[in-house]
């Protein structure tokens, strides 16, 4: 079993930056990929970036390339989301997720465990 907690959510307004942590604790986090999804009100889930066992190799949605860097450590069983250039758009709930694989995938079935999630809410 993993669990994951997120944080650093919150209220920013448009063009500002937030950091997302997410914090796994269980079976051996640095074998496996992470990711991070969102989900806004009234829309499904959505994939927003993913990262490989040992941050090899790293996967972005077209609407957060060149805004958002996911990165790990895996000495503190800890991944990030680094969201500058924020946009009312990037309103939603995001989840972090663990992929039980060394490389990440795109969609919500590639993902085995899921945390509660943390709001980010961008003004206008």
């Known amino acids: 079993q993993v669990q994951l907690v997120e944080s650093g959510g919150g209220l920013v307004q448009r063009g500002g930056s937030l950091r997302l942590s997410c914090s796994a604790s269980g079976r051996t986090f640095s074998t496996y990929a992470m990711g991070w999804f969102r989900q806004a009100p009234g829309k499904e889930r959505e994939f927003v970036a993913a990262?490989?066992?040992?941050?090899?190799?790293?996967y972005y949605a077209d609407s957060v390339k060149g805004r958002f860097t996911i990165s790990r450590d895996n000495a503190k069983n800890t991944v990030y989301l680094q969201m500058n250039s924020l946009k009312p758009e990037d309103t939603a709930v995001y989840y972090c997720a663990v992929r039980i694989d060394y490389n990440g995938g795109y969609y919500d079935d590639d993902y085995n465990y899921w945390g509660q999630g943390t709001q980010v809410t961008v003004s206008s």
């Open positions: 990262i490989s066992w040992n941050g090899g190799n790293t």
